[in-house]
C-alpha cells in the first residue's frame, strides 16, 4: 500500500559508472519529480513530469537522464557518476499538473554514494 | 531565481517549550505555503500548509502564519516534545514547482 516507491534504497558505485533510480506512485497522481537532497540537506528540484511530459529541468547536467513510461513511473538515469553526484534522491508525487499548489508525497529516497 | 530563505538553521528547545521557525520568500506570486517534517533518514512529510486567502491555520499543538504583504510565514510549535525532533522544512510555490527553505533542525530536549 505504498504510496510512492523508490528503488533501490541504497546505491554504492564507482565513478564513472551508469546507474538507475526507479520511482513508482500508486496515488493516480499527474505530476512527479526528483529531487536530489545533498549533505548539508539542501532539497533542491531537478525535473517534473506531468502526464509523461517534462515541465521542469532545474539546469541539471545531461549525464542526467529522467525516463517516464507512464504516469505513475518516473525513472532516473545517470551517465559517468561522479563523486559530487553521491546526494539522496527523493522521487516525489501531486496531484495536478504543473504541481505547484498541490501537496508532494515524497518518496523513501535512494541513498547514493560514489566512490 | 526565486529562493526561500529560512531561519533559524538550528533550534534547541526544553520539552514543553515552544518552538518557532521563519521563513521568507521573494516570488510574490507565490500562493501556496507548505511545510515538511523529515526525521532522521526518512522522506519529508507534509505536517501543515497554508493558501494564500488565509493568514493563520492551525492543527493540535502547530500552527501557520503568513503575512503576504511582507512575504513571511512561520511555523509555531507549542509544547514540544521529543518526538517533534527533525529538520523542518518550508516550501513556497513558484511558476511549476515548490521552492524549499534551507531548514532547521528542531532539538526537543527531555
Known amino acids: 500500500d505504498t504510496a510512492v516507491s523508490q528503488t533501490p534504497k541504497y546505491l554504492v558505485t564507482q565513478m564513472g559508472n551508469d546507474k538507475s533510480i526507479k520511482c513508482e506512485q500508486n496515488l493516480g497522481h499527474d505530476t512527479m519529480y526528483w529531487y536530489k537532497q545533498d549533505s548539508k540537506k539542501f532539497l533542491k528540484i531537478m525535473f517534473s513530469?506531468?502526464?509523461?511530459?517534462?515541465?521542469i529541468n532545474e539546469t541539471v547536467p545531461n549525464r542526467f537522464s529522467p525516463k517516464s513510461p507512464d504516469k505513475a513511473h518516473l525513472n532516473l538515469h545517470i551517465n559517468s557518476l561522479e563523486l559530487g553526484d553521491s546526494a539522496v534522491y527523493f522521487c516525489a508525487s501531486s496531484q495536478v499538473g504543473g504541481g505547484n499548489t498541490d501537496t508532494q508525497y515524497f518518496g523513501p529516497g535512494t541513498r547514493l554514494t560514489v566512490l | 531565481g526565486e529562493n526561500v530563505e529560512q531561519h533559524p538553521s538550528t533550534l534547541s528547545v526544553q520539552e514543553g517549550d515552544s518552538a518557532v521557525i521563519k521563513c521568507t520568500y521573494s516570488?510574490?506570486?507565490?500562493?501556496?505555503f507548505p511545510w515538511y517534517k523529515q526525521e532522521l533518514g526518512k522522506r519529508p512529510q507534509l505536517i501543515i500548509d497554508?493558501?494564500?486567502?488565509?493568514g493563520e491555520k492551525k492543527d493540535q499543538r502547530i500552527a501557520v502564519t503568513l503575512n503576504k504583504t511582507a512575504k513571511h510565514f512561520s511555523l509555531h510549535i507549542t509544547e514540544t516534545q521529543p518526538e517533534d525532533s527533525a529538520v523542518y522544512f518550508c516550501a513556497a510555490s513558484s511558476t511549476d514547482k515548490l521552492i524549499f527553505g534551507t531548514g532547521t533542525r528542531l532539538q526537543v530536549f527531555p
Open positions: 497554508i493558501r494564500s486567502n488565509v
Open positions: 516570488d510574490s506570486a507565490s500562493n501556496y
Open positions: 513530469y506531468n502526464n509523461k511530459e517534462l515541465i
